[in-house]
């Protein structure tokens, strides 16, 4: 089985686990109050890793290109208060000029 | 009346946002009935944008899995907030699983009474369940006919996507600390790491820094 499929099964499946255990975990496990930051927090760690190595890697190298002056134009456009669309639109438009005439 | 206004807006507004995703998954070499599956079965914006990510930057499996697992563990917390309110057995239960997600969970939660929380819940999580998966079809197939990703902007959307995604999360001192640290680790880490284990690693500093108050 390729590397896409078994990522595509695998992830689903456990994320339908963890919503369904959600219905049936007891519900003293919420009252943790240290489990509860930790769980805010990891999206912030994973989600800002992923922008990281997404805009700044091409595997395990480390590269400035197209992809950064997209992420510039994403971050001014969410300081605008640009609609969520407007801003991945307007990232991918940069990016594109950026690789095209750069 | 309001909460159907509620709801039908999210999905849409959320829903459309899922052709972003059935691009980047193309443009990510992942075929356009995986991109539609992971919608249909995943559900989880940001897990199924992890999925992605962590393949297009050289990952393996397993790390898109947990990278994605992680990302989504939010939801079972959720779902321990809302069992108490929507109050279900069987496969009633299932399925309301499967649509528990920030927009459902966040329009319920934004109503006044209990009757209208549930209200909430299911037309928000069905209504972005539908258009979530029309979106990604689009999305997918669009990608499919432009050809090469770079030129089109796809490889910059899919972090702009994780920004969009992190932005509101970035409410206080702790969490602006906490992605400046996260960048840093994750980058350099990448040079002398395998693919994908930058990523994975950050985990950690959200533990160190929400272990204490």
């Known amino acids: ?102 | 009346m309001s909460v159907k206004r509620d709801s039908f807006s999210v999905s849409i507004t959320v829903g459309a946002y899922g052709s972003a995703f059935g691009a980047a998954a193309v443009a990510a070499d992942f075929s356009v009935l995986q991109a539609c599956l992971l919608s249909l079965l995943l559900f989880s914006g940001a897990s199924q944008f992890a999925v992605v990510g962590v393949i297009a930057a050289g990952g393996t499996a397993i790390n898109a899995i947990a990278t994605s697992t992680l990302l989504g563990t939010r939801n079972g917390l959720y779902g321990l907030r809302l069992a108490p309110i929507l109050k279900l057995r069987g496969w009633r239960r299932v399925v309301a699983a499967q649509i528990t997600i920030d927009e459902s969970i966040g329009v319920a939660l934004a109503q006044k009474d209990e009757a209208e929380m549930r209200r909430g819940f299911w037309y928000t999580g069905f209504g972005v369940f539908i258009f979530w998966n029309l979106f990604t079809l689009a999305g997918a197939l669009g990608a499919q006919a432009i050809g090469d990703p770079s030129a089109w902007g796809l490889d910059a959307a899919v972090p702009a996507a994780f920004l969009g995604l992190l932005w509101p999360r970035l409410s206080d001192r702790k969490s602006w600390v906490l992605a400046g640290f996260a960048i840093l680790l994750a980058l350099s880490l990448t040079p002398f790491v395998p693919a994908g284990i930058p990523i994975i690693s950050c985990t950690l500093l959200a533990i160190i820094i929400g272990w204490r108050k």
């Open chain 1, 1 to 102: 089985m390729s590397t896409f499929w078994i990522a595509v099964i695998g992830s689903s499946a456990l994320a339908f686990g963890i919503k369904l255990a959600g219905a049936s975990v007891p519900k003293s496990f919420l009252s943790n109050l240290r489990i509860l930051r930790i769980n805010t927090l990891i999206p912030v760690a994973l989600l800002t890793a992923l922008i990281a190595v997404n805009t700044f890697a091409d595997k395990t190298q480390l590269v400035l290109d197209h992809r950064a002056l997209g992420i510039a134009a994403a971050v001014t456009l969410l300081i605008a208060k640009a609609p969520f669309p407007v801003v991945v639109v307007g990232a991918a438009i940069t990016s594109a000029l950026a690789y095209r005439y750069i």
